[in-house]
Structure formats: structure tokens, C-alpha cells
């Protein structure tokens, strides 16, 4: 059985840091791409960045450029987001997904977390 777990979320003053971490389980990590997400109250879910097979390629949303690292482990079977200069506007619940395919496209990712919390104040 597949499990995605995402760690690290938190409350942050605004232009802080913050690591989410995401661990899966019960699959090939390294034949997978994997993406973050994110959704607030009233609107659709978001990509935010992601990350091919080998760690080589990444993908950001324009609204994280410059500010968002992803990066991923495949010994450990962990993915990683790198948050930094955070915005009000980053508030959210941010899900951890697992597809076949490399992209910023929701339905492409088979595989998906319970999400964590993520609050900036300002």
C-alpha cells in the first residue's frame, strides 16, 4: 500500500523559512516525478513546484521563483521544499503527490499526502 507523509509544517513570521519534508512509502520512489501542491479554503489546488525522476529537472510556479528549492533524496525516499522569503500570501495547506509524469498538472499524480499546515503572518 502506498503511503505519502508530509512533515514540517508550522507557523512563520513573514519573510521566514520554513523545510516541509515528504516521505513515501510502498513504491518505487526513484521511477516516480514528484510535486508539491497547494490549497487554501475556497480555491482550487495549486502546483507549486516539481521534480523529475533523478532530481534533475525542477519546475516552479512563478509566484515561488526565486524563493521555493525542490529537492528530493532518493535513498531516503524523501521529497523536500525549501521555503524561504515567505509571503502571507504562501498560507496553506501544502500536499506532497507522486505521478508518472513531470509537471504542475494535478491530475497527473496518482499518489497523494494528507497535506500540512503552512502559516505566514505578517
Known amino acids: 500500500q502506498v503511503q505519502v507523509v508530509e512533515s514540517g509544517g508550522g507557523f512563520v513570521q513573514a519573510g521566514g523559512s520554513l523545510r516541509l519534508s515528504c516521505t513515501a512509502s510502498g513504491l518505487t520512489f526513484d521511477d516516480y516525478a514528484m510535486g508539491w501542491f497547494r490549497q487554501t479554503p475556497g480555491k482550487e489546488r495549486e502546483g507549486v513546484a516539481c521534480?523529475?525522476?533523478?532530481?534533475?529537472?525542477?519546475y516552479y510556479a512563478d509566484f515561488v521563483k526565486g524563493r521555493f528549492t525542490i529537492s528530493r533524496d532518493n535513498a531516503k525516499n524523501t521529497l523536500y521544499l525549501d521555503m524561504n522569503s515567505l509571503k502571507p500570501e504562501d498560507t496553506a495547506i501544502y500536499y506532497c503527490?507522486?505521478?508518472?509524469?513531470?509537471?504542475?498538472?494535478?491530475?497527473?499524480?496518482?499518489?497523494w499526502g494528507q497535506g500540512t499546515q503552512v502559516t505566514v503572518s505578517s
Open positions: 503527490a507522486a505521478g508518472m509524469y513531470y509537471g504542475l498538472v494535478k491530475s497527473e499524480y496518482d499518489y
Open positions: 521534480i523529475g525522476w533523478r532530481g534533475h529537472s525542477t
